[in-house]
């Protein structure tokens, strides 16, 4: 007979970008109609010719980096973090308030595994990212939406009337994914001050901080002297230098939760990439005028969204930022059906609102996710071609 598995596992739904990876099998693009691929949110080019060269030297002259490190991290990353994030936000960040872990997922994973176990609740704005959703449902940690509604903005009087005894944290994520949108100061200030008069944990995921249009600080959570009592900070290098295969992400918690990170990482990786560490802090060290055009362009694709998006009769732009593109679309079919037509109708692979929302939602049935940061304007407008023409 067969090994037993996790019922909370065989119940959680596949990773949605390899389900959509399997809807290109037996199918053939044109060489005048080449595949376009707004799937996933990932750099498909490698980091620039800078950074490979150091992570070659490193590679090649610094020894320890292929050795275990430090659970929580390189020191001079953890202290690089702490002083540029307190100078960006206006607050005081200790490196011994700063973790280290591979990638923003694992930072997520690991402050879940401190603060719920399954019978709790999380409470997620919908649409969600789904691998947030996911590690819940693998742990049997209940998932809470918290609609949005057509602005995608979550509404902090809303996430109050869910809150329930067993409620630990609330999540959310800026600039947002998938719905692309900025959440205002403003906004993060009342989930703030929820999350502390109620108790709970705020987990801010700014994964995309690099990307956002905004100019100065995003929010002024840290400048609360108390901000380790409610806030838990994370971050991601994956796109702002092209390390999505190196895993580096970061955390930012008071340092008695990260004593409890700590045993999550032992136990899971032992330690964070050295070599993707020590390219990570070479490139805050020396690519700040490099990241600054990268964010120049992803604002001119973004912008070329915003000025195509009325070409599509009957389609919604619901929201648009750093690498995301979030539609309502006009059909009747369900996007879960609509996107995989769209594949072999149109030559474009993206992924269903339904694979961000609650199974039955009706508004995620509406809704696509355009992932736009891989392609230019050319490909921008190839796309918007494509859907104009296409009928179910």
Known sequence: MPLPLNPNMAATFPPPVMEARRWLDGITFPADRPLLNVSQAAPVDPPPRALREAIADVALNIPEAHLYGPVLGLPALREKIAADWSGAYG?????????????????????????????????????????HEMWLDMNGIGVVPLATGDGLLPDPQAAAALITPRTKAIVLVTPNNPGGV??????????????????????VD??????????????????DPDWADTLIHLYSFSKAYRLTGHRVGAMVASDTRLAQVEKFIDTVTICPNQIGQRAALWGMENLGQWLAGERAEILDRRAAIEAGAPRLAGWRLLGVG???????????????????RLVAGAGVLLLPGTMFTPAGDAAGARQLRVAFANIDRAGIAALYDRLAAFTP
């Open 91 to 131: 607050g005081q960040i200790a490196p011994g308030q700063v973790a280290i872990t591979s990638g923003c997922n694992q930072a997520f994973c690991a402050a879940l595994a401190t603060l719920a176990a399954a019978g709790d609740e999380v409470i997620l704005p919908t649409p969600w990212y789904f691998n």
């Open 322 to 340: 750093a690498y995301f593109a979030y539609f309502e679309h006009p059909f009747a079919l369900p996007s879960d059906q609509l996107a995989q």
């Open 182 to 203: 900025e959440y205002p100061a403003e906004t993060l200030a009342a989930f703030y001050e929820l999350a502390k008069t109620r108790g709970l944990a705020l987990i």
């Open 206 to 223: 700014e994964t995309y901080r690099d990307f956002d249009s905004r100019s100065g600080a995003p929010h002024a959570l840290f400048t």
